[in-house]
């Protein structure tokens, strides 16, 4: 979220609607390789995110906040909907009272945005560890062909920090093993008893 945090020098810092909307988007598909990836493991994974012997409590949140996603969506064509298109639209409830153009202009503080990511992410993970099939299937609609220069304008106009670039293909298997060794990095520092549950399986 730094990069997209703006610093006045005048003032206290904050993320504009549109860069609130791609930190969104990111946040939830990120939650959702690594619950894909971690799906097998999930309790164990969840030692990373939740108190000490409350996994099963955590997990069950996640997978019902996805669950509820997903009926509103019945047959998402891509990440976005479930992503951000989702978020946009109960903000835009939120601020019913304004207009699109000043809805646009909102600027949020970082920390009331952190938590919305944390949310993105959680339901990202509960997403992808309970719908292993449609994660499939998605990603390979979205990420695994080439993206036209019309499409990549769109993704840029809802907020993306993308090139400008048609960016190449990316499997899952690629970006699920980048995540992987991501987060087998973060638990050699920060929880070292339990490396050997998420050291990469040969």
Not at 31 to 40: E, K, N, S
Not at 129 to 157: C, G, I, M, N
Not at 159 to 186: C, F, K, W
């Amino acid at each position: 979220m730094n990069p997209a945090v703006k610093k006045p020098f005048i003032g206290a810092p904050y993320i504009t609607f549109q860069r609130y909307l791609g930190c969104y988007q990111i946040a939830f598909e990120t939650g959702v390789i690594l619950g894909y990836a971690f799906r097998d493991r999930l309790l164990t994974f969840a030692k990373l995110f939740s108190e000490a012997g409350r996994e099963k409590d955590a997990t069950a949140f996640i997978k019902d906040i996805a669950q509820r996603v997903l009926n509103k969506v019945k047959e998402p064509k891509d990440f976005l909907v479930l992503g951000m298109s989702a978020e946009k639209s109960r903000i835009e409830i939120q601020y019913a009272d304004k207009t699109e153009e000043r809805i646009n202009r909102q600027k949020f503080p970082p920390k009331s945005v952190f938590k919305q990511l944390q949310l993105a992410m959680f339901t990202g993970i509960g997403f992808g560890s309970s719908f292993p099939w449609l994660t499939e299937q998605l990603w390979r609609l979205q990420y695994e062909h080439a993206v036209d220069s019309q499409a990549l304008e769109r993704l840029k106009k809802a907020g993306l920090n993308i090139p400008d670039q048609p960016y190449e293909p990316v499997s899952l298997a690629t970006r699920q093993a980048e995540l992987h060794s991501m987060v087998e990095q973060y638990v050699s520092d920060a929880r070292p008893d339990l490396l050997p549950c998420f050291q990469t399986q040969q």
